[in-house]
């Protein structure tokens, strides 16, 4: 006997011999929040369609169709009982948490294996969102590694890495507390950025620091949109080029705003002094110190255990074959894409042998291949009407770009075929629903 019971939104479940059907317009609501949080943490777009369609096959959906961008997400599924639903959820932006991304990736394989119930997959995505938050002395360490680790990286020497220190705990502290007032990306990085500015001139102008563009190149490490750069040139080649330019925009807009900070602070202050940089004269101390600077920057994305360790371990090496590749080939776009490639393979082995999303293990990792230095120096030549370094600077910035570009499609493709030949899953999409499934895997 089946007995049709009416939930009072249009929505109905079944009853039969004692089992009740899902309440689909819930499991939507349900699947949307774990895609929201999943954004909202770090997930590349694709990773995040991926995982929709595969929750949506798990649910036995006749059709379902998924629109991501990284500001809204879209989702209409066909019941079993052929019932249309359509859920619209506008995402606001939010620091990354890479923990909370593994945790809710995990919530993904689960829902995909056991296809909980509403009530059930509201209670398992609570426990993951009510997660005990990062310890505040942990933000300052993350800090205080990145944005001193990378000056040192830069060729500041003892004084200069003094003056590094004081500026990553202000952008600690001081970011912190904008970030609760201020949004918008270009007016975030224009504070601080001008903030950071006048602390280096002034140390300038007390004789305390000597390289006060190395000391600010460390420094933009910590503004600089890595995330925003690494998700918007992955969703690229995986065709989602809107995705893609909105996630490069927003890497151009926090750009944007560095470049205002700096260019205000010099003209304020008549200082425009600068001797480029030059990485640490020692290989051993280059890589310790971009090593101590990436683990700054794992914390920085909230990563927690072994898994900080993995990007230190990514990041040692990665520099390392870019070291190795220039000292045989003194070419900055070879070395770059070699470490690149190196880099993306290394995070998709770690992915498989963690069964955590890539771009955990990838975006700490390859910190010390991001053109923050060429970066400074285009907005420094912006600042500095009379400079001539602005136009060979934004070449390199792009050339740069590019070999990483070029690392990861060769990555993409490598890895793709690997999964084929196993013949597993990769990424899958609107055919997954017409394709059984394979273990409920990721």
């Not at 961008?69 to 359509?86: A, D, H, K, L, R």
């Not at 990861?408 to 075929?417: C, E, H, L, P, T």
Request: glycine share 10%.
């Amino acid at each position: 006997m089946i007995q049709m019971l009416d939930l009072g939104n249009g929505n109905f479940m079944k009853e039969k011999q004692g089992v009740k059907k899902m309440n689909y317009n819930k499991i939507v609501q349900g699947i949307l929040d774990i895609g929201e949080a999943m954004l909202q943490s770090g997930a590349e777009n694709f990773r995040l369609e991926d995982s929709f369609y595969r929750m949506c096959r798990s649910y036995g959906f006749k059709r379902s169709d998924v629109f991501v961008i990284p500001s809204n997400i879209q989702v209409t599924v066909e019941t079993p009982e052929g019932e249309i639903i359509t859920q619209i959820r506008h995402i606001e932006s939010s620091e990354p948490n890479f923990d909370q991304l593994d945790y809710l990736n995990n919530l993904c394989r689960y829902v995909c294996q056991h296809t909980p119930d509403e009530n059930e997959m509201r209670e398992k995505y609570l426990e993951v969102i009510n997660r005990e938050p990062q310890k505040r002395i942990t933000r300052y360490a993350a800090g205080i590694m990145g944005g001193t680790g990378f000056a040192v990286f830069f060729g500041c020497n003892l004084r200069d890495a003094v003056i590094a220190f004081i500026v990553s705990v202000m952008i600690v502290a001081v970011g912190d507390w904008l970030a609760k007032r201020e949004s918008n990306l270009l007016v975030y990085n224009g504070i601080l950025a001008f903030i950071s500015e006048v602390i280096i001139i002034g140390a300038l102008k007390m004789g305390i620091a000597e390289h006060p563009d190395r000391i600010m190149i460390g420094i933009v490490m910590l503004l600089i949109s890595g995330l925003s750069t690494t998700n918007g040139i992955r969703d690229l080649l995986q065709r989602d080029f809107i995705s893609g330019f909105i996630n490069i925009m927003n890497s151009f807009l926090g750009a944007a705003g560095i470049a205002f900070g700096i260019g205000l602070a010099i003209i304020l202050f008549h200082e425009g002094y600068s001797d480029h940089f030059i990485l640490n004269h020692s290989v051993p101390i280059q890589l310790l110190s971009c090593t101590v600077a990436c683990t700054g920057f794992a914390l920085w994305f909230k990563i927690r255990g072994k898994q900080v360790w993995y990007n230190s371990i990514g990041a040692f090496f990665t520099w390392a074959i870019y070291v190795a590749v220039y000292a045989v080939k003194p070419s900055n776009f070879m070395a770059t894409m070699i470490a690149a490639g190196f880099v993306g393979f290394y995070a998709f082995i770690m992915s498989r042998v963690n069964k955590a999303p890539s771009t955990i293990f990838l975006t700490a990792s390859v910190f010390p291949l991001i053109p923050g230095p060429n970066l400074y120096y285009v907005m420094y030549g912006c600042g500095q009407p009379g400079s001539a370094d602005g136009f060979d600077e934004t070449i390199i910035l792009l050339a740069t770009c590019l070999a990483i570009a070029f690392g990861f499609i060769i990555v993409d493709v490598a890895s793709r075929s690997i999964m084929h030949a196993m013949k597993r899953e990769y990424h899958i999409g609107k055919s997954a629903l017409n394709l059984p499934l394979i273990g409920g895997k990721k």
